[in-house]
């Protein structure tokens, strides 16, 4: 079982925007502003696509953005295509375990 | 634009050791960190370890850590290792490495090595 907690799947027609969740505890996402997320295409490596619970990385598109509230971190992909149909990611760093992943989000687009 | 490029596939047996390499071509590690990170087959990504270029300090996942040892190319100082040791059936994975700023944000990440243990 990860440490970080997303929901396994989310499904969305195109141009609509979709939010994952990602719960963790006061020893990661709550205590710490490391929180990144990654896109992993099928049998491709994963891509930063947000850094420091916000910032987004030079070339990545700005329907991606990140925040943060409590113990939850979220990803929002706005004006949904095709192509962003893949898994994310979400991790924290942990003052207990390091470095924590969460289980992952399939990402459909319909 | 630094690049990781990772060692080729390995097929080992139950109880061996495999050490496989991550190498930025051209560019030397200096002051940034190295993860490795794991994922089996249809699973999520599993964080192993991390090592300083600086200071070849090395922080290991619980999971692992009697048997993860990870390591830097003093000689090149462009490549870092991983060797794990007593293989199990559940470590056949696909292997990243990913260049760090500190622990906080990983990228680039390299292409993988796929490990399989296999009797």
């Known amino acids: 079982q990860s440490a970080l907690i997303q929901p396994a799947s989310v499904s969305e027609s195109p141009g609509q925007s979709i939010t994952i969740s990602c719960a963790g505890t006061g020893s990661d996402i709550g205590g710490s502003d490391s929180v990144s997320w990654y896109q992993q295409h099928p049998g491709k490596a994963p891509k930063l696509v947000i850094y420091d619970v916000i910032d987004r990385p030079a070339g990545v598109s700005s329907r991606f953005s990140g925040s943060k509230s409590g113990n939850t971190a979220s990803l929002t992909i706005s004006g949904l295509q095709a192509e962003d149909e893949a898994t994310y990611y979400c991790c924290s760093y942990s003052n207990i375990a390091t470095v924590v992943f969460g289980g992952g989000t399939k990402v459909t687009v319909l | 634009q630094v690049q990781l490029v990772q060692s080729g596939d390995e097929v080992k047996k139950p109880g061996a050791s495999v050490k496989l390499s991550c190498k930025a071509p051209g560019y030397t590690f200096t002051r940034d960190g190295i993860i490795w990170v794991r994922q089996a087959p249809g699973q999520g990504l599993e964080w192993m370890g991390w090592?300083?270029?600086?200071?070849?300090?090395?922080?290991y996942a619980q999971r692992v850590q009697d048997r993860v040892t990870l390591t830097k190319d003093s000689s090149t100082s462009s490549t870092i290792y991983l060797e794990m040791r007593g293989l199990r059936f559940d470590d056949t994975a696909i292997y990243y490495c990913a260049r760090g700023r500190g622990l906080s944000w990983f990228d680039p990440w390299g292409q993988g090595t796929r490990v399989t243990v296999s009797s």
């Open positions: 090592i300083s270029t600086k200071n070849h300090n090395t922080k």
